[in-house]
């Protein structure tokens, strides 16, 4: 058919900067987990546990809202989705 494309990546279409930047964009939320210790260890001192078992709280509680958010909307989009859902009881 006319209409037909290739979704195929072309020869040399990536170079090698381009892979490195990839690579180093993949790298990045891990280093900064990683870094991220070490940072508020020094902003926090002693107080890093309480810091992370706060912040751990806080990522449980946005997690039941969103289960509890899928659980009243059928195929409801993720937290960032661009779609409006109406909330209706059921």
């Not at 892979?19 to 280093?31: E, H, Q």
């Not at 020094?42 to 806080?58: E, F, H």
Request: hydrophobic share 50%; aromatic share 6%; no cysteine.
């Amino acid at each position: 058919m006319a209409g037909d494309q290739s979704h195929e990546l072309r020869k040399d279409s990536v170079g090698t900067l381009e892979v490195a930047a990839l690579s180093f964009a993949g790298l990045a939320p891990t280093m900064a987990m990683a870094l991220g210790t070490s940072f508020a260890a020094i902003q926090a001192g002693a107080a890093v546990p309480l810091a992370y078992l706060l912040g751990m709280i806080g990522s449980l509680a946005l997690a039941y809202v969103i289960v509890v958010f899928t659980r009243r909307v059928a195929a409801s989009p993720a937290p960032t989705g661009k779609k409006r859902v109406e909330l209706t009881r059921r």
